[in-house]
């Protein structure tokens, strides 16, 4: 598989990085020249230095026989031009693009990628994505992360290990017997900011980041396991009224009426704004870091703030101020790796990464076949794949204990009609069955060994 990534940013560098791992032939185009040489000399990927939307640029990558382009530059002109480009000019059968700005994504203009206008096969908002991602985790209260698997049948969750979670130093085996009628499988671990595949013998400690999967049914009970009950919060306060704040603001009135929501914005032209936006929410002018501002939110008998502006060191303090003076959790967005093992002894509950985000939605639309979905978990713990199991695969037939798994694999889930197995030893995997899998980041390729029709892109 051929594939051009248009721009060498952060999401560039990570896209790249997976379809190299995954034997694609990878072509990066960026107009800066550092950028390009930091990802040739990183990743088995070829560099070309140009404007990614010159049709003579896409025409030296290999668009002529190239099977994707992935626009992701910081321009959304030229991320839209380059898809154009690649169909008009070269006939490329997939084009994505990252669109930041509004305005392209109102449903107003929504003709504007069709076929006929500017043909973009999947259009990217990291905003709008990020959104969504702080509204799901907004709704299972004691999660740091959650993804919804097997159109919602499944649920990936992550929670963080305290000192009081009834199952800690306890081998993760003994969980079946402890709770046996509870569909609850434990797929991976972070401790000391390095990941690991959970095994039967591995044990939670206080501190760990704890991903799970279990059937979405038991999800309240699942989270008790981990001494999680916390309720959902009814007071929320919302620091920075950019495009993310306002889509969030946006999203929770429509789906979470029962919330009141207070949004905070530096800027009064942007407050102004998002007031005449915005339904239910009460807009505060002023600065997140003042704690004048903060009291008029009522950050002492607030249960969740969400610190979302475009500086991730206001995000930081923000955070923190809101929790030292009685707020009971922490939403931040940090667009920095230097400060993710840092927030979480500060005291900060959960930390939003645009990059992380934006590379798995992508991830999702780039690989096909028997693969229904990839998500990406944290800074390269790994990978949650959904994927339908043929009759021809090794994993077919034989109890998993015999399947003679990777490893750095573990199968976390099975979907089979409408029932949810949590897979024990004895477990038979069955063709047609849809099986959930966790797979360390340097074991992603050997997932395909697990199916013997391979699990293409395409």
Known sequence: M?????????????IARYLASENADVTVIDISPELVQRITDSLDVSGLVGFASHPEVLERAGA?????????????????????VCHSMFEVPTKIARVRHQSYLDPVWSDLFSHDNMPIDVIISPEIEVARAISRRLSIPGAFDAIGLADGRISLIGVHVRDDTPIINTPLRQLTGLFPDLNLSIVGIERDGKGMVAHGDSELQPGDDAYFVCDTAHLTRALLTFGHDER?????????????GLNLAQIMEREQPEVQLRLVEMSKQRAELVAQTLKRSVVIHGDALDLEILGECNIGHTETVIAVTNDDEVNILASLLAKRHGC???????NSTSYGQLVGPLGIDTVVS????????????????RIRSVHSLSEDLGEIIEAEAME??????????????PEEVVVGAILREDEVIVPRGDTVIRAGDLVVIFAASNAVKKVEKLFAVKLEFF
Request: with cysteine.
């Open 2 to 14: 051929k594939v051009i990534v248009c721009g060498a940013g952060q999401v560039g560098f990570n």
């Open 64 to 84: 002529a026989d190239a099977d994707m382009v992935v626009a992701v530059t910081y321009a959304d002109e030229v991320n839209m031009v380059a898809c154009q």
């Open 232 to 244: 959902q919060a009814r007071r929320v306060v919302i620091l920075g009224g950019g495009n993310i």
């Open 328 to 334: 009971m959790r922490a939403v931040t967005l940090i």
């Open 354 to 369: 645009p990059r992380g985000i934006t590379v798995s939605t992508i991830l999702q639309h780039v690989r096909r076949g």
């Open 392 to 405: 021809t695969s090794r994993l077919v037939g034989k109890p998993l204990r015999d399947a003679k798994l």
